[in-house]
Structures are given as structure tokens and as C-alpha cells.
């Protein structure tokens, strides 16, 4: 059994128990083998070892009921215990309550006999004070100051108290018996005044907080405490300014004061208020003076320049001003100063501002043609020019030679961005400088001059030199850069557009002007876009018109009717050649000039237009079969060139003309099913009759009847 312990480890596992007690026994485990094995030695020692296990049961089981019982045993000796403590509490409980009671009496006979103490204490000081004033009257009336209180400096606080009260029953005194007396104590009043604030100023002049902190709650009493005040509030501003940023040392004054403020006056947010007032009124106010009316008459950029710079330092100022202790209503407060130095020059800012921008504006632009050595042209005028010149712009009459520009757009990106940013630091001063209430307006009159200069002045002008320059349809070799116009006023009016979102939009997006822009801002566009339109439009027929000259003059009858018709080669003729080179180098102008839709239109234009050309060229001749294959490659040719385009209906058109010069050498037998097919079928029957009249054969094969 004394192994059973061991045999008791946790955690416990019966199997494991078994085996391990199977191991220990002699001839009951595996170890010798099958030989070894003894079952009844084994069964032995589980009887043993059963019965040993139900003696140790039963010790356990007694110890168990002998520790049950000596629990119930405390358990009650410590209730008994818990009574007593509480009956113990209770009494003392009992005892805290007589206690409270007899304690509330007596200090309620404490009280009722400090109430009557104090009932007749009181007449007695009043009557003692009384007295007292009546000595130290008494000694003014007999102008003999005896009392060491009027001739001790160190007793100045309690001199000052004394003739701060007698000022005060003087003033009740009737004039003709008692003018002397009152005249002094009034001339030892201010006598005893002045040297409290000498006293102040000297101690402010020492940085003794705590003797500045006593002398002014004395003369808080006094009517020379603001003087006090002023005197702290210049000593304050001595040596504060010595750079030459007299923002950046206000705000380092104010940071340094208002700690000092606090520890020595009762009602610091008033010396603070009344400091930042003194500083705005004399140093801000001489400062922005200063600055700005030495430039106000002689150079006003740089007057609007500092006016912008000092109103928005002194705005930021004022910021920082508002985390001292002001008073209740610090922004008014502080706003009304800022109004006060700045009225004058903000209520002429806005003309003066439109002034300088209509002058700098007229000034950029000046510079610019005066560096292209051009002398601007009046527009819009009534000779007979310049009637000649509208009617020519809007007809192909050839009213006399076109303006020679030699090739240059009178539009600039630098100007441009020269106005643009003139007008957009308009737009930051106005947001800064004007009233809440004017701003969109103010706004909306510098948007105005930007469309005057900008758009009028500079790229309509462009515009109307642009499309006087066009040549006729039927020039010759015609320079035709008004695309070059048309890219320019692209990216210029993507400028003009930002600027318009980006800076004017956020001043007017909540006011009635935001209207009033966006009319005035669509009606210039479109004003722009017509004239743009009229020249695009012109300038196609130019293109138009150099097609059909080179085709004038490079194709000739032959191309189609060879003399030999067994000595050809198969290929496009000299004319077709030409064209689709300068068909392409048009179409490769319009994409640099042109973006987004814009593009596709153009180039649709232009096709329809090609097409239409060489439909109408190739009518004006007639066929051989050998000559029908050369018109079909000039088809084809002219069909690629058509790919550039990037425009399924001009690819369609060709297609479609490919098709119909297909007749042209098609056998006469076959000539009813070609037209029967399927790019044909859908056409004008007159129109497949009229190229079927352009073949050599048409009389003789007698192809009409094929459409009798």
C-alpha cells in the first residue's frame, strides 16, 4: 500500500492505473515472456490491492464527516460572532445619532450668537470707521496733516484707502462751507493718484509682478486707474518693434503680455482689448499709411500689391489675436479695428483695380503687336472696305486679293497667360479686399474685362485678321494657316475655361451673377465658334478648291483614252498622285489642329466634300475599257487616302464610287447584274446611266437599253 500514491497521479486514468499496477506486480506484466506469466499472483494482488483501496476509502470517509463537522461548528460560532457585531453597531449607530443631534444644537447656538456678536460689532466698526474719517477730516479741516498714515511712504495703500473714502464724502459736501476742505482733500487725491501710478511704473519698470498686482487693485478704486492702464499698455510697446515686421511683433507683444496681464490686473480681457485697440490705431494704421500712400499715386500694381499683402497679414493677425481673452464679442471687436484702418482704401479698391487691369491688359497686348511690328486694324467699321472684306468672307467672289498675314496668327500663348494671370490675382485681391455682399459683383466686372482683352482684343481680332487672310476657292498654292488659328484658339479657350471654374466659379456659385456669367460666357463662345465655323468652312473650300486645280491642271483627256491601249501600265495616273499627297497633309493638319469631336467633324466635311470633287472630276471625261482600269485605280488610290479620315461614311462613299467605276469596264452583257449588286443596287438609276454614258462604247455596245 505504500506504493498507492504513486499509483494516484494526476490526472488520473483507471486504465493506466491498471497496467501500471499489472507492471509492478512480479509475474504479472510481459517482461520473461509467456514463461513468466503467473494470472493467479496477479489475481492476488488485485484482491489485495482492492481491499487495500477500500480501507484507504473508508480513513478518507471519516476524515471527511470529522472535517464536515468542524465546519458546522465554526460556521456557527462566527454567526453568533456577526450578531454581536451588529448588535454592537447598532448601539453605536444610536450613540452617532445623539451625537449629530447634540452637535446640530450647538452650532445653531453658535450661529444665533455670532449673528447677534456680529449685530453688534457692526454699528461698532462702522462707528470706529466713522470716527476714524471724521480725525482724518478733521486734520484737512485744520490743513495740519499730523497722521503718520499721510506722511509714512510705506503706508501709501492704507493713505490711499482713507482719502479714496474721504473724495467720496466730500463730494456729498455743500460747495460754500466746505470749498477748502474739499479742495484738499481733492489736491491730496490726485497727489496720492499720481504717486500710486509713479509707484506702478517703477515696479512695471523692475518686473515686479506682485507690487504691480497691489498697486493697481489700489487705484482700481481710483478715477486714475485707466491712466494706469495707458501707462502699462505704452511701457508695454517699448522695445517690442525693433524689427521691421511689426505683424510678426504683435503677435510676439500680445503672447508676452497677456500672461503678465492676468496676474496683474482684476479684469485682464479689458487691458488686452485695450491694448490690441492702441496697437491697430497707431502702429498698424501708420504702417499700412505709410505703405500704401507712397505708392497710391506713383506705381498703383504694387499699391494693390500691399494693399492685398497688409489686409490679408492683418486679417491673419487678427486670428491669432482671437485665442486671448477679449471679452464676449472679440471677431466684431476685432473686425471693427481692421474696418477702421482699411475703410478708406477698400471703398475705391474695386475701381482701382479695373482701372490698372484695363490699363496692364491694353499695355500686354500693345507690346505684343508692337513686337510683330503690326499695327492693329480698327474692326467692325463702315467703309467700303471693309464691306468688301465681309462679303468676300461669307461668298466666294473674288472682291479683291485677300489679306498677306505671311502666315502668322496674331495669337499668343504667352500674352494669353500674361492676361490670365494678371486676372487671376484680380480674383484672389477681390476675394480678399471686397464685401461679402459685393464680391459677386466685383467678380462679375473683372470677368468682363477679361472677356474685353482677352477674348475681343486679342483672339476675336485674331480671328477677323485670320479670316480676312483666306484666299478665294480658285487661289493658287493658297497658304492656309487659319488652322493654325483654329489649334491656338483651342488651347486658349481650354485656359480661359479653367480659369473661369477655378477662380471665378467659387466667388459667384451661391449669388444671382453665376446667371449672368455663364449667358455671357456661352454668348462669347458662340460668338467665337460661328467665326471659327466661317473660317473652317473657308478653308475647306480652299483645300477643296487646290484639289481641283491640281487635277485642272495635272489630269488630262488621255489619261482615260490612251492612244495605245496595249502599251499601258496599270497603275494611277500623276494627278491622283498628287492630290491624295495633299489630301493627306490636310488631313494630318486638321487632327493637329482640331481635338475631340471636333476632329470627326471636320474630317467628315472635308471627305463629303473630296468625294463630291472627284465624283464630279471623273464625270467629265469618257472611257476606254483600258481607261475604265486606270480610273478604278485612281478610285482605289483615292480610296486610301480616304482611310486617313478615320470616317466610316466617307470609306462608305468611296466604296460606293469604287463600285460605280466598276461600269466603266464591265462587259455589256454583265452590266445589268453589276448594277443589280449589292453597293448598287440602292443607287439613282439615273446615276448609274449617267457614268454608264461616260464608257467609249455606250453608242455602239448600246448600253442605254439597260435602262430604257
Given amino acids: 500500500m505504500a506504493t498507492t500514491p504513486q499509483l494516484f497521479e494526476e490526472p488520473f486514468d483507471a486504465d493506466e492505473y491498471i497496467e501500471r499496477l499489472a507492471w509492478r506486480t512480479p509475474g504479472g506484466g510481459s517482461k520473461g515472456g509467456a514463461e513468466a506469466f503467473d494470472p493467479k499472483r496477479l489475481l492476488e494482488e488485485f484482491e489485495n490491492h482492492i481491499e487495500e483501496l477500500k480501507q484507504l476509502d473508508e480513513k478518507i470517509q471519516r476524515r471527511v464527516e470529522k472535517l464536515e463537522h468542524q465546519c458546522h461548528r465554526e460556521a456557527k460560532e462566527f454567526a453568533h460572532k456577526v450578531q454581536d457585531l451588529q448588535r454592537s453597531n447598532q448601539v453605536a449607530f444610536q450613540h452617532f445619532q445623539e451625537l449629530d443631534e447634540h452637535i446640530s444644537y450647538v452650532a445653531t447656538k453658535v450661529c444665533h450668537l455670532g449673528d447677534q456678536l456680529e449685530g453688534v460689532n457692526t454699528p461698532r466698526q462702522r462707528a470706529v470707521e466713522a470716527q476714524r474719517l471724521m480725525t482724518y477730516f478733521n486734520e484737512f479741516l485744520d490743513g495740519d496733516l499730523r497722521s503718520d498714515v499721510f506722511n509714512n511712504p510705506e503706508k501709501i495703500k492704507e493713505a490711499a484707502d482713507i482719502i479714496q473714502k474721504l473724495h467720496l464724502i466730500a463730494q456729498e459736501l455743500p460747495f460754500d462751507r466746505f470749498a477748502d476742505v474739499k479742495a484738499k482733500i481733492a489736491s491730496k487725491y490726485h497727489d496720492l493718484e499720481r504717486q500710486l501710478i509713479q509707484e506702478f511704473t517703477a515696479a512695471q519698470r523692475r518686473g515686479e509682478i506682485g507690487r504691480m498686482r497691489e498697486v493697481a487693485a489700489v487705484l482700481l478704486h481710483f478715477k486714475g486707474y485707466a491712466h494706469c492702464v495707458d501707462v502699462y499698455i505704452k511701457q508695454c510697446q517699448e522695445g517690442a518693434y525693433m524689427r521691421s515686421d511689426v505683424f510678426e511683433d504683435t503677435a510676439l507683444l500680445c503672447q508676452r503680455v497677456n500672461k503678465q496681464v492676468g496676474e496683474v490686473f482684476q479684469s485682464p480681457e479689458t487691458v488686452m482689448a485695450k491694448l490690441i485697440q492702441n496697437i491697430f490705431e497707431n502702429k498698424l494704421q501708420a504702417h499700412v499709411k505709410e505703405k500704401l500712400d507712397e505708392t497710391r499715386r506713383s506705381d498703383i500694381e504694387q499699391y494693390l500689391k500691399n494693399l492685398y499683402d497688409l489686409y490679408t497679414r492683418t486679417t491673419a493677425l487678427a486670428s491669432k489675436l482671437t485665442e486671448f481673452n477679449l471679452g464676449s464679442d472679440k471677431h466684431t471687436f476685432l473686425s471693427k479695428l481692421i474696418k477702421n484702418i482699411f475703410s478708406t482704401y477698400l471703398e475705391s479698391y474695386i475701381e482701382m483695380e479695373k482701372d490698372y487691369l484695363r490699363t496692364r491688359s491694353a499695355v ?49 500663348q504667352e500674352v494669353v497667360v500674361n492676361l490670365l494671370q494678371e486676372t487671376r490675382h484680380a480674383f484672389e485681391r477681390c476675394n480678399r479686399l471686397s464685401d461679402p455682399s459685393d464680391l459677386p459683383k466685383n467678380a462679375f466686372s473683372i470677368f468682363l474685362l477679361l472677356v474685353e482683352h482677352l477674348c475681343v482684343d486679342h483672339i476675336d481680332y485674331a480671328l477677323e485678321i485670320g479670316l480676312s487672310a483666306i484666299p478665294s476657292a480658285d487661289a493658287k498654292n493658297a497658304n492656309l494657316y487659319f488652322l493654325d488659328v483654329v489649334q491656338q484658339a483651342n488651347t486658349i479657350f481650354h ?37 471659327l465655323d466661317t473660317g473652317i468652312d473657308r478653308t475647306l473650300n480652299c483645300m477643296v478648291g487646290q484639289m481641283k486645280h491640281i487635277l485642272a491642271t495635272e489630269q488630262k483627256k488621255t489619261d482615260f483614252r490612251p492612244e495605245d491601249e496595249n502599251n499601258v501600265m496599270i497603275q494611277c495616273t500623276a494627278a491622283c498622285s498628287k492630290v491624295c499627297v495633299y489630301v493627306s497633309r490636310q488631313v494630318e493638319r486638321v487632327r493637329k489642329s482640331m481635338d475631340g469631336k471636333n476632329v470627326d467633324t471636320v474630317l467628315t466635311e472635308l471627305g463629303v466634300r473630296f468625294h463630291r470633287l472627284i465624283h464630279e472630276h471623273l464625270q467629265q471625261y469618257s472611257y476606254s475599257s483600258m481607261g475604265g482600269m486606270l480610273a478604278i485605280c485612281d478610285v482605289a488610290e483615292y480610296r486610301k487616302s480616304a482611310k486617313d479620315f478615320r470616317v466610316p461614311l466617307v470609306l462608305q462613299l468611296f466604296d460606293t464610287l469604287h463600285a460605280l467605276c466598276n461600269l466603266l469596264v464591265v462587259a455589256p452583257d454583265n452590266l445589268k447584274q453589276v448594277c443589280s449588286g449589292e453597293q448598287l443596287t440602292n443607287l439613282d438609276r439615273n446615276l448609274l446611266h449617267a457614268f454608264v454614258q461616260l464608257r467609249v462604247d455606250y453608242r455602239q455596245a448600246r448600253l442605254g437599253r439597260h435602262f430604257s
Wanted: net charge positive; proline share 6%; with cysteine.
Fill in 495 to 531: 485656359l480661359f475655361d479653367k480659369q473661369f471654374n477655378d477662380h471665378l466659379m467659387p466667388l459667384i456659385s451661391s449669388s444671382p451673377k453665376l446667371t449672368e456669367c455663364l449667358h455671357k460666357k456661352k454668348e462669347v463662345i458662340e460668338q467665337m465658334e460661328v467665326k
Fill in 364 to 412: 500686354i497686348l500693345q507690346r505684343y503687336y508692337d513686337s510683330k511690328n503690326h499695327q492693329k486694324r480698327p474692326l467692325g467699321g463702315g467703309s467700303i472696305q471693309e464691306l468688301k472684306e465681309r462679303i468676300r468672307q461669307r461668298t466666294n467672289l473674288p472682291l479683291g486679293p485677300s489679306i498677306d498675314t505671311h502666315g502668322e496668327t496674331f495669337l499668343s
